[in-house]
């Protein structure tokens, strides 16, 4: 008997009261099971960056925003394949990850833990990344359905955004994740979408979710994120979590009888639990348990992401690399040692042994001469280097679940940069954070600048790598860093008047006034509006450096059938091998009104050796530039612009093409 039999079957000799009990969970991380009949609890447990376990030893890993500067699908895959070992190694049958609420304004606390500002990005990681978890007999949970874009006063904020912006850039990453990698879970946000709790909401959940995109897996609430009982338990969500809050039995026999929510529609909810559990136990015979607990090589996966995510954002003058026998180093700032290895909240996973900045770099150039604060003073060391790391940014504490932290740098890390401009030969600044911070400011007065985001235990190690130059680097940024914080799209609709940031975290309250962000910019977010208004980022949308330079050449645009084959030659012309992440843009024809002047639609990332030359090849299916248009997806007939290059605004190749009308379909699939 499959899955959906065995769960239908064991349905049907259940009692009401034992299906109710089923619709929510307990003990903080499972569902309740029915041991009568020997249906079994699952076991839950956060999720996108590792292993979050008080009790277990996990390897930590980068955090997700570092997979999204990747760029890489072969990463996200490496990634997604590991965490699936160790939960599943651990007994645990529901990763709660990943997350893809989309970067929208920098303060966000859980940027983190998402996949950057773009939804194809976003879309075309997390695929490979929940087929990766999923092929280890463990479910991946898609999270959180939508529009969570703050964590300020998450409970009360009521997300108001048009249809148009909804399609095409929130739910876009929900959309692939259920109809290109059949994620078997999805979590409900916090906040509000459009005056409606989003796990509350049947126009999401019922119309959208299991209507449109036909989605066969279960939807479970945040964690004590229903309010109010009547439209939970009628919005199409099956399973609320942690316990029973709206889904109190008592309360939902009471609905019953007033007609609210029939016997059927308890059956249907239930159904999902009993289809999960069936579908976890089925994956489970046929995938074998590693049963290794923390396993030693996923340090190396750990590695190799931070290798690829790490972003070279400036490199004036070849500051970097540096010479390995013949540089004193004076790494100051608060991350030099411990190094952050993660935001805190859901997502921190606590690493065993991490390695600090100090500590690999001593590892990876013994011969180096590593000046620390201790040794002498802040200003004196700076004075004796040829070279300051200046490691700056947040950690834990500040960048969190539940709060947001500001865009600008605490004043002390900017002018501590300042002062080792001013003295230094080299002046070598390292962000560790969760997302863009305020550069403009100091950033003409350094001569490098790395973002390191959230390193896990081991990335540490590749950021050295990257300084003596072993690696090269190939991370490029997911997000657009502005050079003035109000030059975000998102900076007028952000905060409420009066609000401010504060950094206790507010988890589940519901205290503070509930407040309207207007998502006014629609689908001009990030790296659009730039371009619209022609505004010069600080650093754009898919910038970053690489000890080498790459040409493009031979641009081909074929159609074929409803999407595009696009190809190219990258030629490397420096001395080192290096990975190049490519990026197609689309420019739709220029007589449609409210378009936005590019989109990504396409990216691939090869190694290109020194002197060498890769073809790159795109598939760009009609989703990636279709508008939402009076309540379908309409690709209209015209000239488009296909343009190619190193990142949002270093277009290298441009090539037209006319295409006709296409209207691209219901639940086939976004990639
Ligand atoms: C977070 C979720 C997490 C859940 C369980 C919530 O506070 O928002 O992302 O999965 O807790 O720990």
Not at 556 to 565: I, N, T
């Amino acid at each position: 008997m499959n899955a959906s039999s065995r769960a239908a079957d064991l349905l049907g000799r259940m009692s009401l009261e034992e299906k109710l009990d089923l619709l929510s969970g307990v003990d903080g991380m499972y569902t309740k099971g029915v041991p009568r009949i020997g249906v079994r609890r699952l076991r839950m447990a956060d999720a996108s960056m590792g292993l979050r376990d008080g009790e277990m030893e996990a390897t930590a890993f980068p955090a997700s925003i570092a997979l999204a500067a990747t760029w890489s699908r072969e990463r996200a895959q490496d990634y997604g394949a590991a965490v699936g070992e160790e939960f599943r190694s651990a007994g645990i049958d529901v990763v709660l990850g990943p997350g893809v609420n989309l970067y929208r304004v920098h303060e966000c606390g859980r940027n983190f833990e998402y996949l950057g500002e773009d939804p194809w990005l976003a879309a075309s990681l997390v695929v490979p990344y929940i087929r990766a978890v999923q092929a280890k007999g463990v479910a991946a949970t898609v999270k959180h359905f939508v529009c969570n874009n703050t964590d300020w006063h998450r409970c009360v904020s009521n997300s108001v955004v048009d249809e148009r912006a909804l399609r095409e850039l929130y739910f876009l990453p929900f959309e692939a994740a259920v109809c290109d990698a059949s994620v078997l879970c999805m979590m409900t946000s916090y906040n509000l979408v459009n005056g409606e709790y989003a796990g509350e909401s049947r126009r999401l959940l019922s119309d959208v979710v299991l209507g449109e995109w036909g989605f066969r897996g279960l939807i479970m609430s945040d964690w004590g994120g229903l309010w109010n009982p009547a439209p939970a338990v009628t919005s199409g969500l099956h399973l609320e979590m942690p316990e029973a809050k709206a889904f109190d039995p008592a309360a939902i026999r009471t609905m019953i009888e007033e007609g609210v929510i029939s016997q059927a529609d308890v059956d249907t909810r239930a159904l999902r639990v009993l289809e999960l559990t069936a579908r976890i136990e089925e994956l489970q015979l046929e995938i074998p348990n590693p049963n290794r607990g923390r396993i030693e090589e996923h340090a190396g996966v750990a590695l190799e992401v931070a290798r690829e995510g790490i972003v070279l954002l400036k490199n004036e003058a070849d500051a970097l690399p540096l010479e390995p026998g013949a540089t004193t180093i004076a790494a100051v700032g608060p991350a030099v040692d411990p190094t952050p290895t993660s935001g805190g909240g859901a997502a921190a996973v606590s690493a065993v042994d991490p390695v600090s900045i100090a500590e690999a770099i001593v590892a990876v150039c013994p011969q180096a001469c590593l000046l620390r604060e201790a040794d002498g003073g802040t200003d004196e060391v700076l004075s004796k280097a040829d070279a300051a790391l200046v490691c700056v940014g947040y950690d834990g504490e500040r960048e969190r679940e539940g709060c947001d932290r500001p865009f600008a740098l605490p004043p002390d890390q900017v002018e501590l940069i300042r002062r080792a401009a001013a003295v230094a030969g080299r002046t070598i600044v390292v962000i560790v954070a969760g997302g863009g911070v305020e550069m403009a400011g100091w950033a003409d007065e350094v001569d490098a600048i790395i973002h390191l985001w959230y390193p896990g235990e081991i990335g540490a190690r590749a950021l050295a790598e990257i300084l003596f130059g072993e690696v090269n680097p190939s991370g490029k940024l997911p997000v657009s860093i502005e050079r003035r914080a109000e030059d975000r799209a998102s900076a007028p609709n952000y905060l409420p008047p009066g609000g401010e940031l504060y950094e206790k975290p507010d988890y589940v309250s519901q205290d503070a006034i509930p407040y309207d962000v207007r998502y006014a910019e629609g689908v001009f977010a990030g790296y659009r509006h730039l371009d619209a208004l022609k505004i010069e980022p600080l650093f754009a949308f898919g910038h970053g450096l690489s000890y080498t330079s790459y040409s493009y050449r031979d641009l081909r645009v074929e159609p074929d059938g409803d999407r595009l084959v696009v190809t190219f030659t990258v030629t490397n012309d420096g001395e080192r091998d290096g990975k190049e992440t490519a990026q197609v843009y689309v420019r739709p024809p220029a007589a449609l009104a409210d378009s936005v002047p590019r989109r990504l639609a396409g990216f691939a990332k090869h190694l290109v050796p020194s002197g060498g030359l890769v073809e790159y090849r795109v598939e760009v299916p009609a989703r990636a530039f279709a508008s939402w248009e009076e309540g379908g997806w309409r690709r209209p007939t015209g000239r488009y612009t296909v343009e190619v290059g190193a990142s949002s605004r270093d277009l290298r190749l441009k090539a037209a093409v006319e295409l006709d009308e296409f209207r691209p379909g219901g639940a086939g699939g976004v990639l």
